[in-house]
């Protein structure tokens, strides 16, 4: 089965930078789009940034200039650097990938079990 692991939460003061990062494994054939998304304590999950398999971004307009999502597709990895963190970017992260298992003709929507961001003081 196909796994999305992330890593690289934390707590961080306001202003600092985190790298999260999230591979994916299991029987892969091929992995399509990847993209960070975010849950913050009463509010909806929203999306951050994407990713496609060609290296073509989109950014949130709350995250533009300060985060950058990249991807090693040799590694089924997909990152997501954050510099200057402010407080209401506080949540928790979740790892998204459209993926296509071996011997299946289609591509599924899989979600990593997410990591706590906390920019705090």
């Known amino acids: 089965q196909v796994q999305l692991v992330e890593s690289g939460g934390g707590l961080v003061q306001p202003g600092g930078s985190l790298r999260l990062s999230c591979a994916a494994s299991g029987s892969i054939f091929s992995i399509y789009d990847m993209g960070w998304y975010r849950q913050a304590p009463g509010k909806q999950r929203e999306l951050v940034a994407t990713?496609?398999?060609?290296?073509?971004?989109n950014y949130a307009d709350s995250v533009k200039g300060r985060f950058t999502i990249s991807r090693d597709n040799a590694k089924n990895t997909v990152y997501l650097q954050m510099n200057s963190l402010k407080p209401e970017d506080t949540a928790v992260y979740y790892c998204?990938?459209?993926?296509?298992?071996?011997?299946?003709?289609?591509?599924?929507?899989?979600w990593g079990k997410g990591t706590l961001v906390t920019v705090s003081s």
């Open positions: 998204n990938a459209e993926i296509m298992e071996r011997l299946s003709k289609y591509g599924m929507d899989y």
């Open positions: 990713i496609t398999a060609g290296g073509i971004t």
